[in-house]
Nanobody, 114 residues
Framework: QVHLVESGGGLVQAGGSLRLSCAAS????????MGWYRQAPGKQRELVAT???????NYADSMKGRFTISRDNAKNTVYLQMNSLKPEDTAVYYC????????WGQGTQVTVSS
């Protein structure tokens, strides 16, 4: 069983920054891929960014340059630093881990006011 707990969401003004964290626990290997997805009201869940345990990253085009994904393998934790936030970044952000299956966190709300 894998458990993911996100934190760091909240309300921020446009142009501001937030840092999300996601801690993984349970039966996981040190070799895995973790990432962030988001879902805005009325829209499908979309990729934000992923990072492998080796540090290889992948970003959605619209996030490049504003968002940075990182991880601490010793803590099984992935982070998402979000800068220059826009109202259209408002969404529920979900942590994701892929290791012998796909696991999701409960989500954390990010609201960007104009």
């Amino acid at each position: 069983q894998v458990h993911l707990v996100e934190s760091g969401g909240g309300l921020v003004q446009a142009g501001g920054s937030l840092r999300l964290s996601c801690a993984a626990s349970g039966s996981i290997s040190s070799i895995n891929v973790m990432g962030w997805y988001r879902q805005a009201p009325g829209k499908q869940r979309e990729l934000v960014a992923t990072i492998s345990s080796g540090g290889n990253t992948n970003y959605a085009d619209s996030m490049k340059g504003r968002f940075t994904i990182s991880r601490d393998n010793a803590k099984n934790t992935v982070y998402l630093q979000m800068n220059s936030l826009k109202p259209e970044d408002t969404a529920v952000y979900y942590c994701n881990l892929v290791y012998r299956g796909v696991y999701w966190g409960q989500g954390t709300q990010v609201t960007v006011s104009s």
